[in-house]
């Protein structure tokens, strides 16, 4: 598994997201309460930018006329047809039992741990004969 840096964790304040690229993939990257989560730009019913959606909570209902949103800025509505998915979990809420988007763990890292050295320059002999330079390999 391959690592690759995509931010500053500064940059993606809570309740912010957005879209980075890592090896061709198109990945939707959001910060819920000083928590990241990384999921598929791509929505598996249509392959819409589902990143571009609108990023919601979820309605429960206790009964006909009762109402209420829960879990708010937790879902990713995508804009084609409007299929919700988990943001922590890449769950759909649409289809749950078969349908989810990939998501990819996200880990926050001091800069200082990811150039920890020594680097070690490569380095060559140099050697001067009759007024030449040489380089060995």
């Known amino acids: 598994m391959s690592r690759h840096v995509v931010a500053k964790a500064a940059e ?3 309740g912010e ?4 690229e890592v090896k061709g993939r198109e990945i939707g990257l959001f910060n819920i309460g000083g928590e990241y989560f990384a999921i598929s730009n791509r929505c598996p019913h249509e392959a819409g930018p589902l990143c571009a959606g609108m990023i919601t909570g979820i309605v429960l209902s206790d009964g006909p006329g009762k109402y209420r949103i ?6 990713v509505r ?4 409007g ?12 289809d749950p039992k078969s349908t989810k988007v990939r998501a ?5 890292e001091p800069g200082e741990e990811l150039v920890k050295g020594p680097y070690v320059a490569e380095t060559f002999s140099v050697a001067v004969e009759e007024d030449y330079l040489i380089i060995e390999m």
């Open 104 to 108: 990819f763990q996200v880990k926050v």
């Open 12 to 14: 993606l304040r809570p």
């Open 70 to 75: 829960e879990r708010k800025g937790e879902f």
């Open 83 to 94: 299929w919700e998915f988990d943001i922590r979990t890449g769950q759909s809420w649409c």
């Open 17 to 20: 997201h957005k879209v980075v």
């Open 78 to 81: 995508c804009p084609w047809h």
